[in-house]
């Protein structure tokens, strides 16, 4: 399940700090729109939370649940949670041995074998375990070294931030890095980490770097410390950098808007379509890839789509009814923009194909459209993601099961093509060795069956 998450540590007692949390996951929204939380700390032994389903701005609606929230620390975090889970939303709090609070995107993959060490608790998420684990490291360790402990223990991917009892804070990536976490600070006045870098610019920070894989952040009120606990063996979710991230965002020391300029620039090298008169971008992730398919082919870019309403991703609403819904609210076409005219129609991905179908099927018999030439900016999408990002089964996937010209035809477009994989390496800038292309290619850097231990690749 996807999840945004950010902690924020103030070295002033004057700080108060769940105001910025609630602005960071703002900025984190579209990483999850299902439940939220934050969890603050004054350093007295007390964990103030608040969390429920529900948007951030929902959720946080009434002053006096922020001004409740006390404290110069907190973590704060959004899920993409499906409903049937929606008892266990984050921050996870565990009250003993040690108390906890934990925000946790990822996914882990021996949970039989862990849940065993920490009976006769039974933990009811990921989180709640991983909170349960770490807690019983530090009856007897340093928080450094409890984490250290657990990167070798837990098999997974994840970006984590911990708030202890004590008043600490301690922030964590995996040693492959699929899940991204970023780190930033205002002056010495306080150090913040989250998923992505867009919401330590919204609480006035100033971005530093990427955690690297393997490396663990320690805040206390005397100081920040540092740990490479493992070596870092970088696999950095693709997906992020296509889709998942906002363009404003830096990720694993890479401009996604950069990236998604180069990926439109490529997409107009490997497959232009001839004398269109119009370039249009599906809203929002397709935006930029139509404006550099414009640049680099010269066909004028238009506006060819309204939002209506709340921004809503469809691809990541849990269940079927609201996806169909999504896509209604989704996209008012502008019929100006687009009739009697051969159009280059700029998509983010194709994942079942139903809603580029209903796209252009709207476009050419509502809208009339003369020809729709359907391009888009991410490779295949042929295989789900062990990890956590919610792509779906392999048999509902349009491109694991037919060919792009068959793609083409079932979703009613002229012609269709997908970016290459070497289009989308190129475009990031990241050798493939260092990316994850799991649900592209279908080979995962860490195996994705239960109790998988080693390198795949
Ligand atoms: S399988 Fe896809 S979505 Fe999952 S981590 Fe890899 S690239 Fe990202």
């Not at 949670?81 to 934990?102: N, R």
Request: hydrophobic fraction near 40%.
């Amino acid at each position: 399940v996807g999840s945004g998450i950010i902690g924020i540590y103030g070295f002033s007692r004057l700080w108060k700090m769940a105001r910025f949390l609630y602005y960071g996951l703002m900025a984190l929204q579209h990483r999850g729109q299902e439940t939220c939380g934050i969890v603050t700390s004054a350093g007295n032994g007390n964990l103030y939370h608040h969390k429920a389903p529900g948007l951030v701005d929902q959720v946080f609606s009434e002053p006096k649940i922020i001004e409740a929230l006390k404290g110069w620390m907190g973590i704060g975090c959004v899920t993409a949670m499906p409903e049937k889970e929606l008892g266990k939303i984050q921050p996870a709090l565990v009250e003993g041995p040690q108390k906890v609070a934990l925000c946790f995107d990822g996914k882990i993959l021996n949970v039989k074998e862990l849940t065993g060490r920490v009976k006769p608790f039974v933990p009811q998420s990921e989180a709640e375990l991983f909170a349960a684990l770490f807690s019983r490291e530090l009856e007897e360790k340093h928080p450094l070294d409890a984490m250290a402990e657990l990167m070798k223990t837990v098999k997974g991917v994840y970006s984590t931030v911990i708030l202890t009892g004590k008043g600490e804070m301690v922030a964590a990536r995996d040693p492959r890095g699929v899940k991204p976490l970023t780190i930033g600070s205002f002056g010495f006045d306080y150090g913040v980490v989250a998923s992505e870098s867009c919401a330590v610019d919204v609480i006035g920070a100033d971005f530093k770097s990427d955690l690297k894989p393997g490396e663990i952040y320690y805040f206390d009120s005397q100081s920040i410390k540092r740990k490479q606990a493992v070596k870092p063996q970088p696999s950095y979710c693709a997906f992020e950098h296509v889709y998942l991230a906002r363009p404003d965002s830096w990720i694993n020391g890479s401009s996604v808007y950069n990236a998604r300029m180069e990926i439109g620039k490529r997409l107009a090298k490997e497959n232009p379509v001839r004398d269109a008169e119009v370039v249009l971008g599906v809203p929002e992730t397709a935006i930029p890839f139509a404006v550099a398919y414009s640049n680099e082919t010269g066909t004028p870019l238009g506006l060819g789509f309204v939002q209506t309403g709340r921004r809503v991703r469809s691809a990541i609403k849990p269940t079927q009814f609201e996806r169909l819904v999504g896509v209604q609210l989704k996209l008012n076409p502008i019929k100006t923009a687009m009739a009697g005219k051969k159009i280059v129609l700029v998509d983010d991905s194709v994942v079942r194909g139903t809603t580029t179908k209903n796209t252009v099927s709207l476009m050419r018999n509502r809208m009339g459209a003369k020809e729709i030439h359907v391009r888009v900016g991410s490779p295949r999408l042929v295989a789900s993601c062990p990890y956590g990002t919610e792509v779906p089964p392999e048999d509902e996937l349009i491109a694991a099961n037919l060919t792009p010209g068959e793609v083409g035809k079932v979703v009613g477009a002229d012609s269709f093509h997908w970016l290459s994989l070497r289009g989308l390496t190129d475009a990031l800038g990241i050798p493939k060795s260092r990316l994850c292309l799991g649900c592209f290619s279908g080979k995962y850097p860490l195996p994705p069956e239960e109790g998988g231990a080693d390198d795949g690749r």
